[in-house]
C-alpha cells in the first residue's frame, strides 16, 4: 500500500508549501468503491461547513474554525467501522487525501457555498466550491448542492436554475448528486428553515424535478417537525434519499430515535450527519459515530 503524502496533521503545510502536486497524485492514486456497498446503505460524515462561513457547534460560534482539530476528528470517524465516507469542501477533502483518510472511502464534494451564514446574501447560493469538471478530474465520486428556496426572495429563481444546470452537468460525467432542498424565510433573527411536513414535501417535489434527468440526484433531506409524517413526505419522490443530521439541541437519544424510524422507509438510504457527530457533547467521537451507524 502507498504511504500517505503527508505524515500527518502536522505535515500538511510543509507538502502543501512545497509539493503542491501532492494533491493531484494523491488523487489520481486513491482507491476507489462503487457509492453504495454490500449493505446498500450509506454513512456519510459532513464536514462541509466552514467553507461556508458556519463554525458553529451549539453555544461555540467557532468549534469548527480549528482545522488541525477538525482534521483529527474526521480520520477518526473516517476510520470507524461502518462509515462509507465524507462530505466537505475541496480544501478539506484534500487535507484528508494528503493524510491517506480517503483510501476505499465514497468522497463528496460540496458544491455551492457562496450563501455565507448569517450574510445579507445568505439566499444567493453561489456555486463556489466543486464544479462538476473538478469532482470527475479528481476522481470524487459525488457532489452535493444545497437548495434553498423563499418565495419572498425572486434570487431563488437563480439559484434553482443553476441547480438545474448543475444536476445536468453532473448527469453528463455520470454522478450522483445529493439534492439538499429546503424552503424557508427570513426574519427578524435570520433565515428559518420550514421543516412542517408540507414544506418538505414541497421542497422533494422541486429538487427531483430539476434538470433534464433525474437519473443521477439522490435527495439529502432533513427529518420533519413531526417524525410521525415521514412516511407519507417521502413518498413525494422514487429518488434514493440519506437524511441530514444538523446541530443538534435536542437531546441526542431523541434525534437518533427520529432517523432510526426514517430509515425504516423504502426511498431512505442512509444518514449524513457531521457536527452531532464530530463534536458530541461528551466529547466521545468514536462513540457518537458507532451509535449512528448502528441505526443503520
Same mark, same amino acid.
Given at each position: ?18 509539493? =503542491? ?7 489520481? !492514486? ?6 453504495? *456497498? ?42 470507524? %467501522? ?35 451564514? *448569517? ?44 441547480? !438545474? ?10 454522478? =450522483?448528486?445529493?439534492?439538499? =432542498? ?5 426574519? =427578524? ?62 437531546? %441526542? ?20 450527519? *457531521?457536527?452531532?457527530?464530530?463534536? %458530541? ?16
Amino acid at each position: 500500500m502507498t504511504p500517505p503524502a503527508a505524515g500527518g496533521v502536522a505535515d500538511l503545510v510543509r507538502l502543501r508549501a512545497h509539493h =503542491p502536486e501532492a494533491v493531484a497524485e494523491a488523487a489520481a !492514486a486513491r482507491r476507489r468503491r462503487p457509492l453504495l *456497498g454490500p449493505t446498500g446503505r450509506l454513512m456519510i460524515i459532513a464536514a462541509d461547513h466552514p467553507a461556508r462561513g458556519a463554525l458553529a457547534v451549539g453555544d461555540d460560534g467557532l468549534a469548527m474554525a480549528d482545522r488541525f482539530d477538525l482534521l483529527e476528528r474526521l480520520c477518526l470517524a473516517l476510520a470507524r %467501522p461502518g462509515v462509507d465516507g465524507v462530505l466537505a469542501g475541496a480544501d478539506v477533502l484534500e487535507d484528508l487525501l494528503l493524510l491517506g483518510a480517503l483510501e476505499d472511502r465514497i468522497v463528496i464534494g460540496s458544491m455551492n457555498r457562496g450563501g455565507l451564514a *448569517g450574510a445579507s446574501f445568505e439566499l444567493d447560493d453561489r456555486f463556489t466550491g466543486h464544479r462538476p469538471v473538478d469532482l470527475s478530474q479528481q476522481g470524487f465520486d459525488a457532489g452535493k448542492l444545497l437548495l434553498r428556496i423563499d418565495h419572498d426572495d425572486p434570487g431563488s429563481l437563480d439559484t434553482l436554475h443553476t441547480a !438545474a444546470r448543475t444536476v445536468n452537468a453532473m448527469a453528463a460525467h455520470r454522478l =450522483p448528486v445529493f439534492v439538499e =432542498p429546503f424552503l424557508c424565510r427570513r426574519t =427578524p433573527a435570520g433565515i428559518r428553515t420550514d421543516l412542517g411536513a408540507a414544506a418538505v414535501t414541497t421542497s422533494i417535489a422541486i429538487a427531483s424535478g430539476l434538470g433534464g434527468t433525474s437519473a443521477y440526484t439522490w435527495l439529502k433531506v432533513p427529518v420533519t417537525e413531526d417524525p410521525e409524517d415521514m412516511e407519507r413526505v417521502m413518498r413525494t419522490s422514487t429518488l434514493p434519499a440519506v437524511l441530514l443530521g444538523g446541530d443538534l439541541a435536542e437531546d %441526542p437519544d431523541t434525534a437518533y430515535e427520529r432517523w432510526r424510524g426514517a430509515l425504516r422507509l423504502p426511498t431512505v438510504q442512509g444518514l449524513v450527519v *457531521g457536527r452531532s457527530l464530530l463534536y %458530541p457533547a461528551d466529547g466521545d467521537v468514536a462513540g457518537a459515530v458507532d451509535t449512528a451507524v448502528g441505526l443503520l
